[in-house]
């Protein structure tokens, strides 16, 4: 017996990897009787539940996942470098790739990193969808979209916090069902930082300039030149003035 109780999930611990179980289940009502049970099945995956960290997919064979992904998308050669491309889907499910588990040493918030480009047919109804399962057994959640626009043809950057994850999270990338384009993600990359935003409006640049994922413990160092006939009047840091 593995688990004996009345919730809704279990974790069976000390499985090997890349073999098959078989589990019965029971239900029991209030007088001690049981019932008759049901067998499911289940494979271990081959690949450990280490920390995930980062994925560039050149080691991936072209029309293949990385190892332990799933969903329906595929590793495609775009140029000179390997990206992961969504697939055209004919039914009314949306075509998706979700990452392996992976587990962190505490609750505290990671940043992910990537790059996104879309491509070959793109329109208004072509929407990558950034989700996160924070734990297990829990439900996917949304935590970013991102639309095509018009003009734009490059590769761009984003960046996500991870906040109060738990043991085996995954991610989760898709795009609308029979949509009309393809979108390619690339350069995943998932770290202990801080993730810190500059600008600058008018009258002067700064670099560098966007976001920054700065791991803990680490610094930052900016670099602010004034235009012409322009001079630093005020900076602030988390909306508290620290010049002059």
Known sequence: VVYFNNGYSTVVSNLEEGNNYFFKLFTRKSNGTFSDGIVVEGSTLTCPHEEWHSED??????????????????????????????????????????????????????????????????????????????????????????????????????????DNIGDYCRLRFSVPANASGRIAIDDLQLSNSWLIQSSAEAGGTIEPLGYSAIPWGDTIEFIVRPDPGFEIHRMTYDKRVILP
């Open 57 to 162: 997919f050149e080691n991936t064979p072209a029309n293949a996942l990385p190892d332990c992904w799933t969903g329906n998308w595929h590793v495609k050669n775009l140029g000179t470098q390997k990206v992961l491309a969504s697939n055209p889907t004919s039914n009314s499910e949306r075509s998706y790739v979700a990452t392996r588990p992976f587990m962190f040493e505490t609750m505290a918030s990671r940043v992910l990193s990537y790059k996104a480009h879309f491509f070959e047919g793109c329109d208004e109804t072509t929407l990558l969808e950034v989700e996160v399962q924070p734990y297990m057994s829990s439900d996917w959640t949304v935590i970013d979209q991102i639309a095509w626009q018009d003009g734009i043809d490059e590769w761009t950057e984003h960046y996500l916090i991870l």
